[in-house]
C-alpha cells in the first residue's frame, strides 16, 4: 500500500511569489492534515480536512494561506504571496476514520519551503 | 502554547549506549504518541501509550507515562547510528496532534 505522498520536495522561491503544495493522503483515508515545522520550532498544525470539508482550519496563520482538496482525494496548499517566515517543512498526514481507534496519522515525508 | 516539550533538546551518545527522551504536556490526555523524524524524511509513528497504560515496550524502544506529573519518557536501548533523528512527543488534546520542539538525537558509531 502506497503511503501518503507529496510533492515538491524541496521548493526554493523568492518573497512574493506564489507556491503550490500537493498532498496525495493514502486511499481510502477521510482525514487529511497539513503541519508545518518552522525553523527550530515545533510542529503546528495548519489545518484537516474530512474528507472535501475543512473540519478545523484554526492552525492556518493568515490568508495566504488557501487549502483544498477537491473531491475529497489530494489536497492542495497554496502560498500566496509568500514571505520569507513562511520557510519551514510542510507535513500531510492522512488517517482512516473519526472513530476512537483511528489514532494513528500516517505522514508524508514533508516539503521544505525556502523563501528567500 | 505548545502542549508537548520534550527535553533534552539534543542528545549525543556512542553506538550501544541507551537513550532517554522526556516529555511534558499541559492538558489531560487519552494517549500520548512518540514519532520519529530521519534528516529529509517524513514522521514516523512510533509507539502509543494510552492513559490507563504506565509503561510500554517495543523492540528496542521503551515508554513510560505518568500522567499525574503529565509526563513520559521514551528509552531507546543499545542505541545504533540509523537512530540518529529528531524525536518528537504529541498529543491530541482535540481532534488534531499536538507536537512538542523534539529531542534531536545523535548516534555515533
Known amino acids: 500500500e502506497a503511503g501518503v505522498t507529496q510533492f515538491p520536495s524541496h521548493s526554493v522561491i523568492e518573497k512574493g511569489q506564489t507556491v503550490t503544495l500537493r498532498c496525495d493522503p493514502i486511499s481510502g483515508h477521510d482525514n487529511l492534515y497539513w503541519y508545518r515545522r518552522v525553523m527550530g520550532k515545533e510542529i503546528k498544525f495548519l489545518l484537516h480536512f474530512v474528507k472535501e470539508s475543512k473540519q478545523d482550519e484554526s492552525g492556518m496563520p493568515n490568508n495566504r494561506f488557501l487549502a483544498e482538496r477537491t473531491g475529497g482525494t489530494y489536497s492542495t496548499l497554496k502560498v500566496q504571496p509568500a514571505e520569507l517566515e513562511d520557510s519551514g517543512v510542510y507535513f500531510c498526514?492522512?488517517?482512516?476514520?473519526?472513530?476512537?481507534?483511528?489514532?494513528?496519522?500516517?505522514f508524508g515525508p514533508g516539503t521544505r519551503l525556502t523563501v528567500t | 502554547s505548545q502542549q508537548g516539550e520534550e527535553d533534552p533538546q539534543a542528545l549525543s551518545i556512542q553506538e550501544g549506549e541507551n537513550a532517554t527522551m522526556n516529555c511534558s504536556y499541559k492538558?489531560?490526555?487519552?494517549?500520548l504518541q512518540w514519532y520519529r523524524q530521519n534528516s529529509g524524511r517524513g514522521l514516523v509513528h512510533l509507539i502509543l501509550?494510552?492513559?490507563?497504560?504506565r509503561e510500554k515496550h517495543s523492540g528496542r524502544l521503551r515508554v513510560t507515562l505518568d500522567t499525574s506529573k503529565k509526563s513520559s519518557s521514551l528509552l531507546i536501548t543499545a542505541s545504533r547510528a540509523a537512530d540518529t533523528a529528531s524525536y518528537f512527543c504529541?498529543?491530541?488534546?482535540?481532534?488534531?496532534?499536538?507536537f512538542g520542539k523534539g529531542t534531536m538525537l545523535l548516534v555515533s558509531p
Open positions: 501509550i494510552r492513559s490507563n497504560e
Open positions: 498526514a492522512s488517517s482512516h476514520g473519526l472513530t476512537s481507534s483511528s489514532y494513528e496519522q500516517y
Open positions: 504529541a498529543t491530541k488534546p482535540t481532534s488534531t496532534l499536538t
Open positions: 492538558t489531560s490526555i487519552n494517549n
